[in-house]
């Protein structure tokens, strides 16, 4: 009894030996998820520090696209379609042929406004020729005139001695009159004829009806060549669904639109939220949904003078009971400062981030 047995001291230690391990394992468990429950919330709050702390100082949208300057295209003047130059999808210099009507009605009409100055000069030229502007009717007033006045004279000397009947008398005094008042006549006639001839201030050295025949010839020469389309615009042809051979085309309806490819900018509706700190100026980057790889540098150009609803056909009427505040959109455009690599396609969605420090990241 005194001495111990030895294989129940070997099973004693183990089972030490074990414990001690199985102690180690779970105190270094424990650990361990001390370390977890601490450091997880830690690293929550430094991820969303960062983050919160990158996103000081700028503001971002998706709901903005891209615009382009688009100029609807119809005909001053109206005619059927006879000829068409472009088609969908082409690129235009300003002054390219787009399409022709047909010119025949406007050449007739030229035709007849050079028979119409031809007539106006012969009408000058025969009013210049006259015998009213002559002073030939005068003249002959003039002979009448001294001619009745003298056999008046003859028959107030007859009828003073009573030589004469008084019939004859005032038969002569009358004849005198009657020359009297061709003179008049004469006269008045050469002055209409003067006044047919004269040139006003409008259009000085030259006879109005010349000018007028001339004026109309010009117009019409005018719109014989509307009647060839020309691209006001350099761009891209686009909604040809008009343009046909044929299409009777009416004046001031669009028949083809051109947009312009070289005045690209992205307007970005913003929440009024946003706009605190956002000014003219201030450095943008776009990117494309279309294009995942672009990325663009572009500016705050200008903000708009109202809020969406503001410009829409029927604006919201917020006086009733049930009404609740609804964050507005402002429109802001923001110019594009980069070359593309890529097209740009009118219409595409973009997101636009806004550095209101002034400072890109």
Not at 118 to 128: C, G, I
Not at 138 to 144: C, F, L, P, Y
Not at 189 to 208: F, I, M, S, W, Y
């Amino acid at each position: 009894m005194a001495d111990a047995d030895p294989a129940f001291d070997t099973d004693e230690e183990t089972h030490t030996d074990t414990d001690t391990g199985e102690s180690s394992t779970l105190q270094s468990s424990r650990w361990r998820g001390r370390i977890v429950v601490f450091a997880v919330p830690i690293a929550v709050v430094l991820i969303g520090g960062y983050f919160w702390f990158s996103l000081l100082g700028q503001v971002s949208t998706d709901n903005a696209y891209l615009q382009q300057d688009k100029v609807a295209v119809g005909a001053e003047v109206s005619g059927p379609i006879v000829e068409i130059m472009v088609s969908s999808g082409q690129d235009v210099n300003k002054g390219d042929v787009l399409f022709r009507l047909d010119p025949t009605p406007y050449a007739l009409q030229i035709k007849q406004a050079d028979a119409a100055i031809a007539s106006a000069q012969a009408n000058v030229t025969a009013l210049a020729n006259s015998t009213e502007l002559s002073g030939v009717d005068i003249a002959a007033a003039r002979e009448d005139i001294a001619f009745a006045q003298a056999n008046f004279s003859r028959q107030r000397a007859l009828w003073g001695r009573g030589f004469t009947t008084k019939a004859d008398y005032e038969a002569a005094q009358h004849a005198v009159a009657q020359a009297q008042e061709a003179m008049r006549q004469a006269q008045a006639e050469q002055r209409e004829a003067r006044a047919k001839l004269a040139t006003g201030a409008a259009v000085p050295g030259q006879n109005p009806q010349v000018a007028a025949a001339r004026a109309r010839r010009e117009s019409t020469q005018h719109n014989f060549e509307r009647a060839t389309v020309r691209a006001p615009i350099s761009g891209r042809v686009a909604q040809v669904d008009r343009l046909q051979l044929g299409q009777q085309v009416i004046t001031g309806l669009p028949v083809v639109t051109i947009v312009s490819t070289d005045s690209s900018y992205v307007e970005a509706n913003f929440k009024e939220t946003d706009l605190a700190d956002m000014r003219i100026g201030q450095p943008a980057e776009i990117e494309f949904d279309a294009y995942p790889e672009l990325t663009l540098n572009g500016h705050v150009a200008s903000i708009g003078a109202g809020t969406g609803s503001e410009f829409s056909i029927l604006p919201a009427q917020n006086a009733t009971g049930n009404w609740v505040k609804v964050t507005q959109r402002v429109p802001v455009r923001i110019a594009i400062d980069d070359e593309s690599s890529r097209q740009m396609i009118a219409g595409l969605s973009t997101h636009v981030t806004v550095y209101t420090d002034g400072r890109k990241r």
